[in-house]
Nanobody, 126 residues
Framework: QLQLVESGGGSVQAGGSLRLSCTAS????????MGWFRQAPGKEREAVAS????????YYVDSVMGRFTISQDRAKNTIFLQMNNLKPEDTAMYYC???????????????????WGQGTQVTVSS
């Protein structure tokens, strides 16, 4: 099993920044990729960004491109999501996830991830 613990959520005004962290622990073999998803009330969980652990290549959905940056510290089994120029529509519960498989085919899908954190709330006010 792999445990994922997120931190760093909070409340900010539009235009502000937050940095989320997700630390992995447990006895499972290393995942091939890790990512961030978010879910707003009444909406489906959606991908935000993902990173391929081996080479650090990052992928983003269009709505956060240029504002969010995903990165990793492999020595600490931790990934980060730096979120700048936050908008009210970024308000959601943010989840960290880890998976293994055909990364380019599945990184945007919840089904592509085997392990999930409990989530951390991000609230952006206008």
């Amino acid at each position: 099993q792999l445990q994922l613990v997120e931190s760093g959520g909070g409340s900010v005004q539009a235009g502000g920044s937050l940095r989320l962290s997700c630390t992995a622990s447990g006895s499972a073999t290393s995942s091939d990729y890790m990512g961030w998803f978010r879910q707003a009330p009444g909406k489906e969980r959606e991908a935000v960004a993902s990173i391929f652990v081996l080479n650090g290549r990052a992928y983003y959905v269009d709505s956060v491109m240029g504002r969010f940056t995903i990165s990793q510290d492999r020595a600490k089994n931790t990934i980060f999501l730096q979120m700048n120029n936050l908008k009210p529509e970024d308000t959601a519960m943010y989840y960290c996830a880890a998976g293994a498989g055909q990364f380019l085919r599945v990184w945007r899908t919840t089904a592509g991830y085997d392990y999930w954190g409990q989530g951390t709330q991000v609230t952006v006010s206008s």
